[in-house]
């Protein structure tokens, strides 16, 4: 699929300049912009509120960062609320990953982790050469966040994560059969769902999170799928993601990488999340946090009636989390 236009999106429209959100839908209080950049081989489309004059070092640019089978704009409800909780404009960024949205697909067969890690290394040369960044990321983002600031700690001056937990922990005995798993998925050809409409789309949305309200749901859904020429939507996503990786997540190396955290970190969850429903009982939160006691400078909080997507279920208590974290001197 061929890159949108740049445009303000306060209505957001396909390249025919087919209307695709009602008036009724959210209405963003920050418009975003589209930003196109060459990112190791691969055109990266990224969302951008404010101007890079915005940027001071005591306010740098402000890097959101999404999960698994989410987009960049997903962040527009918390962006808007940011906003209003400072009571100023920043300049804010947020990407979307390789094979997500409309940042292109590598030509492979499977995502690799340490990809993230370097296009994000690439993204950040390419948008804030050589100065901090405050890095927020959420999820999958947050994982990615976690390993970049240990690697380039003078590149971050605040660290958000977003319920970015990581991964049970992996044994060396569990090797051959993860590699045997990642190539039978090889043989398998992958494939996501379509979708009828855009209202089907945004039903999609809010059974994968009932507390995302309607109006949210239907102006995401322009930004989570398009239609093609049948009129079928189809998620802006490539469905080689659903593929498992091949590598055991070596959770000893994680936290050797988090110790070389140097910025102050926030983390937050939200008081409804269960990993039990991703793990069972592979993995806990007592377990996360004592991974996350090995990061020097560390504040912890939880979000009330909130659960994975805090972003999309409480982006006014978020912001209000987020405000004095990042305005700190």
């Known amino acids: 699929m061929p890159p949108a236009p740049e445009n303000d999106r306060v209505a957001s429209t396909d390249p025919d300049g087919t209307t695709l959100a009602s008036a009724a839908d959210y209405r963003p209080l920050r418009a975003a912009r589209s930003l196109f950049v060459e990112v190791r081989g691969l055109t990266y489309h990224v969302h951008a509120w404010g101007d890079a004059a915005l940027a001071t070092p005591d306010r740098p640019p402000l890097v959101l960062l999404h999960g698994w089978m989410d987009v960049g704009a997903s962040f527009q409800f918390v962006v808007d609320a940011l906003a209003a909780a400072e009571g100023f404009e920043r300049h804010v960024l947020a990407p979307d990953w390789r094979g997500f949205g409309l ?47 240990g690697v380039r700690p003078d590149r971050i001056r605040r660290l958000v994560n977003l319920e970015g937990f990581g991964l049970p922990r992996a044994e060396p005995r569990h090797a051959p059969q993860r590699l045997a798993k990642w190539l039978d998925s090889l043989k398998a050809p992958q494939s996501l769902r379509d979708y009828a409409g855009l209202d089907e789309v945004a039903e999609r949305l809010r059974k994968n999170n009932p507390r995302l309200a309607p109006d949210k749901a239907r102006w995401l859904a322009t930004h989570w799928a398009r239609p093609d020429a049948q009129g079928r939507w189809r998620i802006l996503g490539d469905p080689a993601h659903k593929r498992p990786s091949p590598m055991v997540y070596r959770v000893d190396e994680i936290l050797e990488t988090w110790r070389c955290i140097t910025a102050p970190l926030l983390w937050i969850e939200g008081d409804a999340t269960e990993l039990a429903q991703w793990w069972g009982t592979r993995y806990s939160v007592a377990e996360f946090h004592q991974r996350l006691d090995v990061v020097p400078r560390t504040e912890r909080h939880r979000l009330a009636d909130c659960g994975h997507m805090l972003h999309h279920d409480q982006p006014e208590a978020l912001a209000r989390r987020l405000a004095p974290f990042l305005g700190a001197g």
């Open 103 to 149: 940042t292109t697909a590598p030509a492979s067969d499977c995502y690799w982790f340490p990809d993230y890690v370097g296009d994000l290394d690439a993204l950040l040369d390419a948008l804030a050469p050589g100065r901090a960044v405050d890095l927020v990321g959420h999820s999958m983002g947050g994982n990615v966040v976690m390993s970049y600031a």
